[in-house]
């Protein structure tokens, strides 16, 4: 070897030693350097958490003083109520809203004290005065457990739970009718609260009658969608006369309480199984669809409301569909942010110096003078904070916190919440003209005399969400700590309560079910012949015995069953009121006292009202339960849809649409909707299961449930030729002279019963036997009501529809679910007539009972036209459909006249059908497509009017559907400003005063105003040709604004003086009262109807009728 390159070895030998050994020393030594500054580290975040530790501490104390003197220093040592008016002589009244808002900041204070170890008992105490109070609401509302009962049969106030008690003694303090008890939006957030204490760790519940109550409770919220109340400001509507309305913020707030409570134990971590609160599903979703129905708007009368902030925001967090939110709340701040905070709604008197606080109610027109002047209320700055901490939005704190602390009073104890800030009387002429400018003084919070005695008054309402307000900006809160059930976040994002009960899972609640939801779908065969015939088609069913040991209910049972949910007889309360359930609770499988077993929906119940005979149509409503349960369902699991078939449902036409819908099943999609048809035992696993907990264990189940059993039919079919036929009777519509009947003996009408076939005149010898000698009269061993049920049904199998529809009208039938479609047409802000066209109307404005609409039916209708008072209900069904699934179908119709509505069906089926018919003789499923013909606008091209009718046509049928353009009423108001006589139409007079100084503008009653001046039209075409004048004069007016009238516009004058005028132009010399040609004519044409409406208008101008306003350019300036 080479000794030079045994030297370079043993050079480079060494170099890379002392390499690594220099290596391992910088090792070592970074290594000592990275702990001496990690052990810097943690000494200095030890200071750090030790220094905010100790802050935290001390800023806890200072609000624990906080508390202790402005809010538990008015706590009742009885009932833990809190006062509302400090100002009272004899501090007595204490109110449900302002105690719960009391509770929730020392329940706040007592959650963030959880993070101190050593919090000297300050956690515990807190916490126990919380539930005191929570707990003294509870025994109040105790005490009128029967007015519970009473208001789940009818909501009306005077079965309304009371929100005013005594503090000392927990009595009531105002009869019913001396205060505006009714209150849903209360009963809810105290149920809200209640759950959020309990899931904190608090045990509130006690006993299972208390358990009992509170399910009750539930049942008192759930009809919150129909039921008008008297909101948040106790008021009803903004005009303070004594009327209630449906309010937005109390639908909201029902809607985010059966959330909230839905299989929620009251016993806590401790509780059973029987001491869940259950919550129907249904009720939930009519609350939720007429929720976002309603908004951005409060109600009727109040177009926006302050009261939608926490009902929106924190607390209730009732909606997270974030543009709907946003739209609310800007329209909310837009129209009623001030400088010293929000107003509760326009024109509202409260607090002002002009209300007269000796009245209860204002008198009519008064709220005008509050115009301008309302009080502006720094408490909705507080909700906006808290709202902008969930959000993580510090800029926006910091902007809410800086608006409220010029507007904070100063105290001994710290900063004072004022109710409100108002214009002093020597101001207000100033901040009408000018709003905004003037000084607002504060209302009398802080030390006070009263009776000579010092008192501080506080606004507990106020001061309450301040002080959560500023736990959550100082960071020494957790939003999730004071929303342990985190109401903040969509229904996806909550954890699940229990598995056991079904929850809110799927989806945001106020969002669309998502695409790839799968609607499971079951068929069972009524007997095992008709499973064998479905068989050689292709069509896999199964039959109530294959399906053992799970068990099929009717939803009667299953309303049944949920009657005993809630029953307590020292409360004397009945549990669930006997209401049929939706298409999303028919959904679920249920598990109790060890059965299993499914509920098909009610739409395949055997029904005695004659819809369930026309398959086409329960057909279509099959696929509307398929796309509602696709569009609603928010429940953890798939829906499970059970579909029964039935042997009748193949005899004649129905067989056809049943085929096809099955075939769309086998291929998975049913308009657009994803279905799987399968086994039951399959779905088992993915399906939603709700175990009914409540039900005894000892009950005698197979006694008290009848489930739905297989039929033993006899002999097997071979194909559907062998299914027997009905003989064919005699359909010709043979209707009799009643005349004729009328000189007849009921023995003679006996005789001539029997001896024809013709079922029509059959028909009408039971009327008159009816009208003679009642419904048990009886003919031939058969009572007249017997043979009506019998003639229905034959003429049902037949289809003949005069017949089915006349009986049914003579039985005085009514048809499901007919009160929920009238409340989903008026919670969108439409007005609902029921009468004969041309007859007097009966105007539904609010939701009503069953019983209340069967009694308007039959004596506004049956007494003019028999068949009416049942077709006019198969339309209110439709038309309650069409405008949940297509509201735009209605745009423009704001008062849905349904004798209306039929005179211009009548009109559609004279002009496209030649054939002499009646409207009564068409299927119900060809009603509903008649219907949706005449209401559908055919214009692709944007045209008011539909190209492919005649004017005349158009016209007619916008005038019997009452529709309108666009800015029709706003166009109304702007005239009226223009009219100091007012308008005359029909001999109809719309005043100018007061109707200017009680409305506003772009309020609904204000809409509903001009339609009832509209009604007293009779002719449609008439109708319609004096909604096109008021869009011609107000364009006038618009263009001209220094043009005003001088008398009281008469629609009527205008209108024939521009007849007169196309009858000249036209030749014709003789005058005459046939305007068919004039209503046929173009409007926007040469020698069109417009030009001759516009002449009128301006001979009315020549002759003086129009003024022009003087110091017109002052004005404009």
Known sequence: MNPSSVNRSTTDFVVAVDALRSASNDVSQGQHCRERKSSAYLDERAKNFQANYEESVTKL??????????????????????????????????????????????????????????????????????????????????????????????????????????????????????????????????????????????????????????????FYVERAYRTPDFGMWE??????????????????LAKAALESINGENMFGVQGASWSVIYVDIDAHNRNRTIFDTILPRESNSKNTDASLIPTILWPAFAIHEEQLVNRTIEKVLRRLKGSHGLKRFLRDGHGTVLEDKSRKYYRPSEIKTFDGIECEWPLFYIYLIIDSVYKSDSEKVAHYQKLLQPLLLTSEDGPLVPRYYYVPKDCMEQEKNAPGTQIRLPSNEGKIKVNNESR??????????????????????????????????????????????SSFQRGSAE????????????????????????????????????????????????????????????????????????GLGTAKIYRACGYTFICYPLLFEVSDFYLSQDMEFVIDDVKSDLQF??????????????????????????????????????????????????????????????????????????????????????????????????????????????????????????????????????????????????????????????????????????????????????????????????????????????????????????????????????????????????????????????????????????????????????????????????????????????????????SDEGQYYSPERSMLWNRQLDGALNRVPPDFYERIWRILERTPSGIKVAGYHLPQQPTLSDMTQYELNFSLLVEQMLSKIIDPAYRQIIVELFVIVEAILSRNPELSFNKAVDLDKLVHEAFELFLKDRGEKQKHDDMTAFYNTLPNVRHGTTIYMVRAIMNHLLDGDLRGIKDFQCIVS
């Open 629 to 938: 349960l696709g569009k609603c369902w928010k429940l953890a699991g798939r829906p499970t849809f059970c579909m029964i078939l039935r042997e009748d449902n193949l005899r004649g036409l129905g067989a056809r649409h049943i085929f096809d819908l099955l075939a769309a099943f086998k291929r998975g999609d049913c308009d657009g909707i994803k279905v799987r048809i399968g086994r039951l035992q399959e779905f088992i696993s993915s399906a939603c299961i709700e175990h009914l907990d409540f039900l005894d264990m000892d009950a005698d189940v197979e006694n008290i449930f009848r489930p739905f059993l297989e039929k033993d039919k006899g002999k097997q079919f071979r194909s559907f030729t062998d299914i027997p036929k009905i003989t064919k009777i005699d359909l010709t519509e043979a209707w009799v002279h009643n005349l004729e009947l009328h000189q007849k003996t009921p023995w003679e009408l006996t005789q001539s019963f029997n001896q024809t076939d013709n079922i029509y005149f059959q028909a009408q010898i039971l009327q008159e036997l009816l009208n003679r000698e009642g419904l048990y009269f009886r003919v031939d061993g058969d009572t007249v009501e017997e043979k009506l049920v019998k003639l229905n049904h034959l003429a049902g199998t037949r289809q003949n529809w005069s017949v089915v529809r006349f009986c049914s009208s003579l039985l005085h039938k009514l048809v499901d679910s007919l009160a929920p479609s009238i409340t989903a047409i008026l919670v969108r802000g439409k007005q609902l007539t029921i009468s004969v066209w041309g007859r007097e109307e009966e105007v539904i404005d609010k939701p009503v009972s069953p019983n209340d609409i069967k009694s308007i039916l039959y004596t506004k209708c049956f007494p003019y036209d028999v068949i009416q008072a049942v077709l006019q209900q198969e339309l209110i069904i439709n038309i309650g459909t069409f405008i949940t699934t297509n509201p735009e179908l209605f745009n423009g119709i704001l008062k849905i006249r349904i004798g209306w509505i039929v005179q211009a069906m009548k009109l559609e089926l004279k002009y496209y059908d030649d054939k002499d018919f009646s409207i009564n003789s068409l299927s119900p499923s060809m009603i509903k497509k008649l219907l949706y013909n005449v209401i559908k606008r055919k």
């Open 456 to 501: 501080d008054n506080i606004f507990l309402w106020g001061q309450s969400v301040y002080i959560i307000s500023q736990l959550l900006a100082d960071g020494l809160l957790n939003i999730t700590e004071l929303d342990p059930i985190r109401r903040f976040l969509p229904a996806a994002e909550r954890p699940r309560p229990n598995s056991r009960y």
């Open 235 to 252: 008021r009803g509507s903004k005009y303070n006369n004594g009327s209630s309305e449906l309010h937005a913020s109390s639908i909201g």
């Open 61 to 218: 104390n200072r609000y624990y003083k906080q508390v202790k003197r402005q809010i538990l220093r008015f706590q009742s040592p009885t009932t833990g109520l809190f006062p509302r008016d400090l100002t009272e002589p004899q501090i007595i009244s204490a109110h449900v809203r302002d105690s719960v808002y009391c509770a929730a900041a020392v329940w706040a204070l007592a959650q963030a004290y959880k993070r101190i170890d050593d919090d000297r008992g300050r956690t515990h105490e807190l916490a126990q005065s919380a539930v005191k109070c929570m707990r003294g609401i509870l025994e109040c509302w105790l005490h009128q457990a029967e007015k519970v009962e009473k208001f789940k049969q009818s909501q009306t106030p005077k079965n309304s739970l009371h929100s005013v008690f005594h503090m000392v003694t927990g009595e009531s303090i105002f009869k019913d009718n001396e205060y505006e008890h009714l209150q849903i939006d209360c009963v809810a957030l105290y149920l809200i609260f209640l759950v959020q204490m309990i899931q904190s760790g608090l045990q509130i519940i006690f006993t299972t009658d208390e358990v009992n109550f509170v399910q009750n409770l539930v």
């Open 511 to 582: 969002q669309s079910s998502p695409n790839d939801l799968v609607i499971q779908v079951v068929l069972i065969a009524e007997s095992v012949r008709l499973q064998q015939l479905l068989a050689t088609y292709g069509i896999q069913t199964q039959t109530p015995h294959q399906i053992e040991p799970i068990q099929i209910w009717p939803p009667i049972e299953l309303a049944k069953a949920y009657e005993q949910l809630g029953v307590n007889n020292k409360l004397g309360l009945s549990g669930r009121p006997p209401r049929p359930f939706g």
